[in-house]
């Protein structure tokens, strides 16, 4: 199916909203959290999980390449851009409610949203992840884990929605086989339309005070002024992604408008103008450097797109 082609079948999905839900040659930077990269040649985002799964189907008969992202917290599109469709899961798809002591949260609902939820009801069990970008699909996605804790600890299960948009059904997190910033759905290219957070009764003043303490450890200690993806590369086994880098001499060093962070060398930061491809030669430069120091081969966490 050519592009005109597909663009009109999901104009036809989306009908009166068409022109918010779809973007022709999207720029993505304005859509993810580095604010770099290219264009997408579309760009959908769908209000609601039927509406998903029937831009799913017309995605996957087409033939064309297409990928799902939420917030844009853990990725980066080639200044080349994106010759595909990227679906953006986000309004429509972030609602939160409160059942026993789970909250249930469309895939889309931003991190920040969901900790504010588990404390207007007095849950504990969600703190540590209170600062982390993003949504809480991306969050279920990609394992995120902060100060000693991780989403399989809380996560009681994931509504599924197969890549082709036929099929539906309900996983526990064990069935996800939750990994450090990995799960089986990097396989399935399954779409997760909401995450069952399992959590318990708190005291909501201590609840605050631990997302308030934990805000401002992350303020003190990470770039949170500058665009970022976060922690740019995995933690190796046995060691710290930072430490490797600051111990081979990088920190603060610069690639056009990006640079490995002086706060902490794990972050690579947009000073401001950077493109996609400085960012890369930046992290590709920072691997080759921390090989020769220590024989550790960095991954990246961030996912590059393009």
């Known amino acids: 199916m050519k592009i005109d082609e597909l663009k009109k079948a999901l104009t036809d999905l989306a009908g009166d909203a068409a022109a918010e839900i779809i973007v022709e040659d999207a720029p993505m ?5 580095f604010r770099a990269g ?17 831009m799913l189907r ?14 844009g917290s853990n990725i980066l599109v080639k200044d080349s851009g994106y010759d595909g469709v990227m679906v953006r899961i986000g309004k429509g798809l972030d609602n939160i409610r409160r059942e026993g002591e789970n909250l249930i949260c469309g895939s889309g609902a931003l991190m920040s949203a969901v900790a504010r939820a588990a404390l207007e009801e007095s849950l504990t069990g969600f703190e540590f992840a209170s600062g982390i970008p993003g949504s809480i699909g991306g969050a279920v ?15 009681a299960g994931a509504r599924l929605i197969s890549k082709d948009g036929k099929n539906e059904r309900y996983v526990t997190g064990r069935e996800l086989d939750m990994g450090y ?22 005291d909501q003043k201590e609840i605050k005070e631990e997302m308030s303490q934990l805000m401002k450890r992350r303020n003190s200690k990470q770039p949170v002024n500058f665009p970022s993806a976060g922690s740019f590369f995995k933690r190796p086994e046995g060691y710290f992604a930072g430490k490797l880098i600051q111990d081979a001499g990088l920190k603060g060093l610069v690639v056009g408008g990006a640079q490995v962070s002086e706060l902490h060398s794990g ?18 430069i920072i691997q080759a450097r921390v090989y020769d120091e220590s024989g550790v081969r960095l991954e990246m966490e961030v996912r590059i797109i393009g």
């Open 29 to 33: 930077a304005e859509y993810t959290s």
């Open 38 to 54: 290219g264009k997408a040649r579309l760009m959908v985002s769908p209000r609601d999980a039927e509406q998903l799964k029937d």
């Open 58 to 71: 017309v995605l996957s008969e087409s033939g064309c390449r297409y990928m799902i992202f939420g917030n």
């Open 141 to 155: 996605f990609m394992n995120a884990g902060a100060y000693g804790g991780e989403l399989r600890d809380i996560l």
């Open 181 to 202: 910033r990995h799960t089986i759905l990097h396989e399935t290219g399954d779409v997760v339309v909401e995450a069952e957070l399992k959590l318990r009764k708190g």
């Open 267 to 284: 972050f690579i930061i947009n000073k401001g103008g950077a493109t996609a491809s400085d960012i890369l030669q930046l992290a590709e």
